[in-house]
Every structure is written in C-alpha cells, then in structure tokens.
C-alpha cells in the first residue's frame, strides 16, 4: 500500500480536531488501524503531541532525504507534467499536486528547464505558464503583495494566509488559514468547494478559535475568485 499523501495527513489533523476514533480514521482513509497509529506516533510535534499535517508531511519528507532517492525526470513524469500544465498549473503547483496525489516528481526548476527546453525546440509549454496579467487582479481581494509590512516582517500574531489544498481529482479540498507570525495552520475540510461553504468554514475557524484576524490574504489565482470573494467581507481588525 502507497505511503499518505498529504491530503490524507491533512484529514487525519482535521479529524483528531474532532475527537474522532483512530479506529474511525482508519475506516474512513481506508487504512489499517496500525497505520494511523504509527503516523500520529512518529509524526505528531515533539513538544506538545499535537498532530499537524504539514509538520507531519515535513518529517515524512526529512526521513524520505536522509536515504536519498535518485529520481529521473522519466517519461511517465513528463506525461503527468504535461498533463497539468494544460490546466496552467504553475510547475510549483505541478510539484505540489504531484506529491498530493502521491506520485513521482522532480523539482520545479526542473520543470522550468523542461518547459524552456522545449520551448528552444520550438514547442508551445512555455505559454501555460501564468503571470500576473494572465491571471488578472481581484478587485475586492488583498494580494500578497498588498499586505502591510509588519506582515512581512512576520511580528505579529493574526496575520493570515487563506488557501486550500486539493484532493486526488479534485474532488474534495481543505481549506487552510495559516498565520505568518507562529506558522500555525487551521485546517477544514471542503466538500463543494462553493463561495458559501468557504465563508462557513473560514467564520467556523475564527470563532471555534476566538482567533483575532488583523489581515487575510490570498495568494490563490482568478480560477477561485468566487470562491475567495466572500472572505474578505470578515471584518478584520485595523
């Protein structure tokens, strides 16, 4: 059986947030019991016990480094490449999916060199990448580039950054808000991925955490615009 993906990690968080069973978490990602055991038990912060996905997903990564795996940017890669940059995923998007999925990847730059290669030969990889034009601007939305700068300097706790993850088909998504200051991530699962059910679940974080929001930004393209709108008509603290 493969290995957890991050989305999976990412589920396994959201549920222990919700006392449920690691019995039931087993069931519902379809894993033996022992599994889900070994995971929280090797992966869950040293200093407090609390499970957290993207730390868990950090050490998973740590031990996969610490026994080097030479990977080849093969033909089935390029193929799974080529497959998402038709849907201009940007090649960190690429990287990101991939390991969601929990397939084999190479690094972005090796994306960009395969995407400019091919592009010296003549062919047409090159014009799925996005820029900022292509993307458009969100009138209501606070870009990254927007935010103030004690954001930037990260000194202050209540800056956050909104985002979700999506799943293998893309037919679920988690929902996360991540604040600069303490690296800390909420996270929520997202069936419809609607404009409603996002604002639900953003005010759901806040309140279920009585989290004091100052700023609230995205770095999401105009694909989600509606899904995004609604979360900067929050009132945040000035």
């Known amino acids: 059986m493969s ?7 990412c589920e ?3 549920y222990l947030q919700e006392k449920i069973s690691r019995a039931e978490i087993a069931r519902r990602l379809n894993r033996p019991k022992k599994t889900i055991n070994e995971e ?26 610490e026994k080097p795996k030479k990977i080849r940017f093969t033909e089935s890669i390029k193929k799974e490449v080529i497959r998402l940059l038709s ?3 940007s090649p960190e998007q690429i990287v990101g999916t991939l390991k969601l999925e929990g397939k084999e990847t190479v690094s972005h ?11 010296r030969k003549g062919g047409k990889l090159y014009k799925h990448l996005q820029t900022k034009d292509k ?13 103030p700068e004690i954001v ?17 088909n893309h037919k679920k998504a988690i929902l996360t808000m991540n604040d ?8 929520e699962l997202l069936e419809g991925k609607t404009s409603e059910e996002v604002r639900l679940k953003i005010e759901k974080i806040i309140t279920d955490n009585q989290l004091t929001i100052y700023t609230l930004t995205t770095d999401n393209g105009k694909e989600i615009e509606d899904s995004t709108r609604p979360l900067f008509s929050l009132k945040t603290t000035s």
């Open 40 to 65: 929280i038990k090797r992966n869950s912060d040293g200093r407090n016990g609390v499970y957290k996905a993207v730390l868990a997903q950090r050490k998973y990564e740590q031990r996969k480094k």
């Open 109 to 119: 730059e090796w994306i960009y060199r395969f995407i400019w290669e091919d592009k």
């Open 152 to 168: 930037e300097k990260r000194c202050r706790i209540g800056n956050y950054e909104a985002d979700w993850v999506l799943g293998k």
């Open 135 to 147: 993307r458009g601007i969100i009138a209501e939305r606070k870009s990254i580039e927007d935010r």
């Open 180 to 187: 600069r200051a303490t690296g800390y991530t909420f996270l």
């Open 3 to 9: 290995h957890l993906t991050l989305e999976q990690r």
């Open 12 to 14: 396994i968080q959201v």
């Open 87 to 89: 849907k201009d995923y």
